[in-house]
């Protein structure tokens, strides 16, 4: 069977068989370039809010969306993720989407997921506002429905309004929760210039992923590098 993370490989099981329980398994994918607050705390407040047992991170090989810049690689990404990890015995990373060369889409993941998990687990795909609004053109958006539910959580500057909610629930199959996070105005793109500038991002990001930021010299002007 393949491995999926560390922690959660065995959800639901007991001695290899449904241990009899329902199990709440929230996915949270994204490119995490770097991981940041953001992301952190809208897992921990989702994880709460719908009783979820664990949450994996699972950051994207080579993401749909974003072919038009380059990507730092998957090694540092995964290392930010795994160091983001450390605290939060609810939370793990899983390499499926890096050791799946090529490019990322959701549906693919969330089957390895379902044929890894036993039925009594349900999986909650978790994504922010702006990737609410491009779900309508996701691949196969109408399988991603029938495997997991979603809960989109809202983000500074991607207001979740009654009509785009409307459209989603008429054009899509998903069942959808909608969460109101604590609004966290920060994002991977905003982190990368600031460093670029030479800006401060400490306490934006955990202190272990500060540290491997500036070791590694990721995100520098490139002379600096
Ligand atoms: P980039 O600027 O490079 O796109 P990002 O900050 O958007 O980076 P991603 O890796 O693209 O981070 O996002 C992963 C997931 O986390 C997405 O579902 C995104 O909507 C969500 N997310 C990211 N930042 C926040 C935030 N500040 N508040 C709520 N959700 C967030
Ligand atoms: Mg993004």
């Known amino acids: 069977m393949t491995r999926i993370c560390r922690r959660f490989d065995n959800l639901g099981l007991q001695d290899g068989v449904p241990d009899g329980r329902r199990w709440r398994l929230g996915i949270m994918g994204g490119t995490f370039d770097p991981i940041h607050v953001g992301h952190l705390a809208c897992a921990e407040q989702v994880r709460v809010a719908f009783d979820l047992d664990a949450v994996i991170f699972i950051p994207t090989g080579r993401p749909a969306f974003k072919q038009d810049r380059d990507v730092t690689p998957a090694e540092d990404r995964l290392r930010m993720c795994e160091l983001a990890c450390l605290e939060n015995l609810h939370f793990d990373v899983s390499s499926l989407e890096i050791r799946r060369h090529g490019i990322t889409y959701t549906v693919d993941t969330l089957r390895e997921l379902r044929e890894h998990y036993p039925p009594n687990v349900d999986l909650y ?85 500060h540290s491997y930021i500036e070791t590694a010299g990721l995100y520098r002007k490139p002379q600096e590098a």
Do not use: C
Not at 150 to 177: C, H, N, Q
Not at 193 to 198: I, L
């Open 125 to 209: 795909f978790i994504t922010g506002a702006d990737a609410m609004h491009s779900i309508v053109q996701w691949r196969e958006s109408a399988a991603v429905a029938q495997l997991a539910h979603l809960v989109a959580v809202t983000r500074p500057g991607y207001p979740l309004t009654e009509e785009k909610k409307r459209e989603i629930a008429e054009r899509t199959e998903f069942d959808v929760s909608y969460f109101e996070m604590t609004a966290l105005s920060i994002s991977s793109s905003m982190l990368r210039e600031w460093v670029e500038q030479g800006r401060s991002i400490r306490y934006l990001v955990p202190n272990r992923v």
